[in-house]
């Protein structure tokens, strides 16, 4: 009921940035929770930054605590993902996700939609 389509990504040297977009589309935007997840070659998909659906609330993995917010535009059904300061280690591909509740946005598994993700790649 919700399609989510990430951009943005792409080729960047370290210390630079880039701002992701996840574009939504369906249902209601704004009673959602959004999260951005990534996922490095060979290893676990992670949470990195999730906001809740009034923009209030927000988490940030500690790797990326000072470099990276998470925002949103409910007028526009668009959550971004500004990353600063990007590192080498920041390298992944990167998915935003919708969730229900604020609750559920905490945990992967509890996720309801998903995008099909956007790659960014920072060369050191």
């Known amino acids: 009921q919700v399609q989510l389509v990430e951009s943005g990504g792409g080729l960047v040297q370290a210390g630079d940035s880039l701002r992701l977009s996840c574009a939504a589309s369906g249902r209601t935007f704004s009673p959602y929770s959004m999260g951005w997840f990534r996922q490095a070659p060979g290893k676990e998909r992670d949470l990195v930054a999730a906001i809740s659906g009034g923009g209030t609330i927000t988490y940030y993995v500690d790797s990326v605590e000072g470099r990276f917010t998470i925002s949103r535009d409910n007028a526009k059904s668009t959550v971004y993902l500004q990353m600063n300061n990007l590192k080498a280690d920041d390298t992944a591909v990167y998915y935003c996700?919708?969730?229900?509740?604020?609750?559920?946005?905490?945990?992967?598994?509890?996720?309801?939609?998903w995008g099909q993700g956007t790659q960014v790649t920072v060369s050191s």
């Open positions: 996700a919708a969730a229900r509740t604020w609750k559920a946005a905490r945990v992967e598994g509890l996720y309801d939609y």
